[in-house]
């Protein structure tokens, strides 16, 4: 299970330092790789140590090397405290699931954001350090969520073998070897002259394109405005002229330009530093929020398959049915419990989730198992008559009184 939990470990933090990598080298940093492979191994083996208490922390110490490393700079220093802060918080937590749906969001994510994110660093010149320290995070990214949902996807039963994690073991051996070729100077400078003579030249001139059209479209508005600003003001719109002609405007602006250039430059980083906080905060908030369905992997093996996880997963919008409005009671019953303290996992049957409310709810087991059915036949029956709805939302209202 330790080779598992490594690879969840390389698909999650490998996508964060696939793109603060890349930024850390810009400002010299260049141990972005090494606070991926440590942070990913803290995370195994403090899964393999779960279940022997706060003894699980002690795995996660190690994950301090990377900021006493030889060569590391405040970059690196930077760029490895979120994903310490990340690991810190899967430990706290004991987020040491395996989910098939959550691989999966992060493996198409991965895609979506990293390959424009290098195709626009590559633009302005950055290849070689989007494939120095990028790249290398991003393969690693990638090809552990691949293993990782194949894994998933056969069972316990399969990736418990010890063939299978050999297996796997020989994959991520195969891969680490080519991140590492992948960081190495003979390659990037390959890399560059590749890059330099073919793809260069079509990134320029798709950009002069789109540039040259937005200039276009910059001026043909600058000037429709400029023509109604022109029939406002007439007298205005000549004096104007007037005095840019005696140069009178051109120094106005310029003492202006000049005066506010520092503190334009000032709120332009301070924008820059907020922009980056918030992408970091949003990234681990999505990070955080991507929650196991039915398609979780215990220790126990108990799973379903991920079109069966799909398939019991709640809508969003719920129709304006008396079924659908059960549904919704019982969603926000749900909501309740968990702001009570009950502890309500996403991956929770509806019988369970009876279970949990009981031990809280003693003396209402007839009232918890009444509105489980009731949400059962609008659940998987979609059907409910308007007194039905009536008693739910009685049972409801009752029940988070007690709450």
């Known amino acids: 299970m330790m080779l598992m939990h490594f690879l969840r470990g390389l698909s999650e933090l490998g996508f964060y330092y696939a793109l603060a990598g890349t930024v850390a080298a810009v400002f010299g940093g260049s141990l972005a790789l090494w606070a991926l492979l440590v942070q990913s191994g803290c995370f195994a083996l403090s899964a393999a140590l779960q279940k022997r208490g706060w003894v699980r922390w002690l795995a996660v110490l190690p994950a301090a090397v990377p900021f006493f490393l030889p060569g590391a ?46 195709l626009l660093f590559s633009v302005y010149g950055g290849v ?66 590749v890059y330099a003579r073919v793809v260069l030249p079509v990134l320029q001139t798709v950009l002069m394109a789109v540039s040259l059209a937005g200039a276009v479209l910059f001026l043909l508005v600058f000037g429709l405005v400029m023509w109604l600003i022109s029939l406002v003001s007439e007298a205005a719109w000549v004096e104007m002229e007037a005095a840019a002609a005696q140069g009178e405007l051109t120094k106005q602006v310029r003492e202006v330009a000049g005066s506010g250039a520092e503190w334009l430059e000032r709120v332009v980083l301070l924008l820059l530093v907020a922009a980056g906080a ?125 709450l």
């Open 73 to 118: 700079v405040r970059a690196d220093w930077i760029a490895a405290l979120p994903g310490l802060g990340y690991l810190v918080w899967m430990v706290r937590r004991e987020d040491y699931g395996l989910s098939w749906s959550r691989g999966a969001d992060v493996f198409s994510m991965l895609w979506k954001v990293c390959i424009p994110f290098a």
């Open 128 to 193: 070689k350090v989007v494939a120095g320290q990028g790249l290398p995070a991003f393969l690693l990214a990638a090809v552990s969520s691949v293993l990782l949902l194949r894994s998933i996807r056969h069972g316990p039963e399969v990736y418990r073998q010890r063939s299978y994690q050999l297996l796997n073991g020989v994959s991520l051996a195969l891969l680490l070897a080519l991140a590492w070729l992948a960081s190495t100077d003979w390659f990037l400078n390959g890399l560059w002259a």
């Open 278 to 402: 918030a992408a970091l905060f949003y990234f681990f908030r999505w990070m955080t929020r991507r929650r196991a369905d039915r398609a979780y992997v215990h220790g126990a093996g108990d799973r379903l398959s991920p079109a069966e996880a799909a398939r019991r997963r709640e809508p969003r919008r719920l129709p304006r049915t008396y079924a659908g409005r059960i549904r919704g009671q019982y969603r926000r019953f749900l909501r309740h419990c968990r702001k009570r303290g009950i502890e309500i996992e996403a991956s929770d049957t509806s019988e369970e989730v009876e279970a949990k409310a009981r031990r809280r709810l003693v003396d209402r087991g007839a009232e918890l198992a009444d509105l489980r059915l009731l949400y059962r036949k609008a659940r998987y029956q979609g059907t409910a008559t308007r007194e039905e709805y009536a008693r739910v939302k009685k049972l409801c209202g009752e029940l988070q009184k007690e």
